[in-house]
């Protein structure tokens, strides 16, 4: 593939291949970019890109194509091969999963009978056998825009560390969302990174009320590993992950960098919330007494520790696990009488009780009556 450059524009893609063959060492992926360049009589800069490493996939396709909407209303068409007719994309086409919803990006593809097919990025692991993410890094790097670049740097991108450094500063605010009333924290990690933060008028009353906020107790490092740790635990924490394996990311993803320090926070606290309970649990089990077991009816006195509506095929009833002053819990559904106890409430009533196959500190009541909320 041959392209003309101007020599600062060439100088800018020089600087984009430069962190992309970074990208990809740190990641493992299988790609080469050689780059062929010499100057013309204009003194514009001529040159020649060959690709290389796993541009081809199982089933003998390969990789023509990006479509990219991630950014525009209609998306940029990212070819691998010169000359090649793309025509009109759908967005909303993937030839694997066949549910038509928008994509941000999908890849055009072609086997060795020459046939082509369009498939969303998100099933292209599926379909492919490998996930073919670096290319959407690769075409885009080619291309000479200014648009935040500065000849052997970058001037409205920053390193994943940068940003998450700012937005720990800018959640010791407490986290606010876009769609607020309040300045979000998105806008104010951006001013951050501008350094208008830091000076401009406007921006002096939340300069007094951060002096004035607990000093911030989570460190980048540690923030970082969590990011990696939780890749694959759904689209979000995902998303995060391959962020942190980044060198460079622009303002694209400041939002979701901004949330990283409360979405953090939010999981140590429920994290600490479960040991908490686990240990609780322990120590309950420890000293409890067997669940009784009677062909009489037994007074059951305990806190709902669980409430849970269930269906079944006569419409659905509300469920509880009530634990025992002695320590053994019991499941089943609450009684109407007191249909609106909740969480925590201590309650009474008698009803037949029979134990768990395997846990001689569980079991199930029936037929409650007498039920009444002591507290």
Do not use: Q
């Amino acid at each position: 593939m041959k392209r003309h450059y101007t020599a600062r524009e060439f100088g800018i893609v020089g600087a984009k291949l430069a962190e992309l063959r970074a990208r990809a060492e740190r990641h493992g992926w299988d790609i080469s970019i050689d780059v062929k360049s010499e100057t013309d009589e204009h003194g514009d800069v001529v040159a020649e890109f060959t690709f290389g490493g796993s541009f081809h996939f199982d089933g003998g396709w390969t990789l023509i194509a990006v479509a990219d909407a991630s950014e525009t209303t209609e998306p940029i068409i990212h070819s691998f091969e010169d000359g090649v007719e793309v025509g009109e994309v759908d967005m909303s086409r993937c030839d694997h999963c066949h549910r038509a919803v928008r994509r941000n990006k999908v890849l055009m593809i072609r086997n060795a009978v020459g046939e082509v097919r369009w498939v969303g990025s998100s099933c292209a692991l599926d379909f492919l056998g490998h996930d073919p993410y670096w290319a959407t890094f690769v075409m885009p790097a080619l291309d000479a825009d200014e648009d935040g670049w500065e000849i052997g740097g970058a001037k409205s991108m920053w390193t994943v560390e940068t940003i998450l450094r700012f937005a720990i500063e800018a959640n010791r605010l407490g986290y606010t969302p876009v769609k607020s009333e309040r300045v979000s924290t998105k806008r104010i990690v951006s001013e951050m990174l501008s350094g208008l933060f830091w000076s401009d008028r406007d921006w002096r009353e939340l300069r007094w009320a951060l002096a004035e906020s607990p000093a911030a107790t989570i460190e980048v490092e540690d923030l970082v590993a969590w990011m990696v740790e939780n890749d694959g635990a759904g689209e979000f924490a995902t998303n995060l992950a391959r962020l942190a394996r980044m060198d460079w990311v622009g303002s694209k993803w400041l939002g979701l960098l901004a949330y990283a320090p409360a979405g953090y926070a939010k999981a140590k606290a429920e994290e600490a919330e479960r040991l908490a309970r686990e240990s609780a649990d322990a120590e309950r089990r420890a000293a409890a007494k067997p669940l009784p077991v009677s062909s009489d009816r037994v007074r059951v006195e305990g806190e709902i520790a669980t409430r849970r509506y269930v269906e079944n095929a006569f419409g659905g009833s509300v469920k509880v696990r009530v634990v025992s002053d002695d320590g053994w819990a019991v499941w089943g559904t609450l009684p109407a009488a007191i249909g609106d106890a909740e969480v925590g409430d201590r309650i009474a009533f008698v009803a037949r009780l029979s134990p768990s196959e395997d846990d001689e500190l569980f079991g199930f009541f029936s037929r409650p009556s007498k039920a009444e909320v002591l507290s």
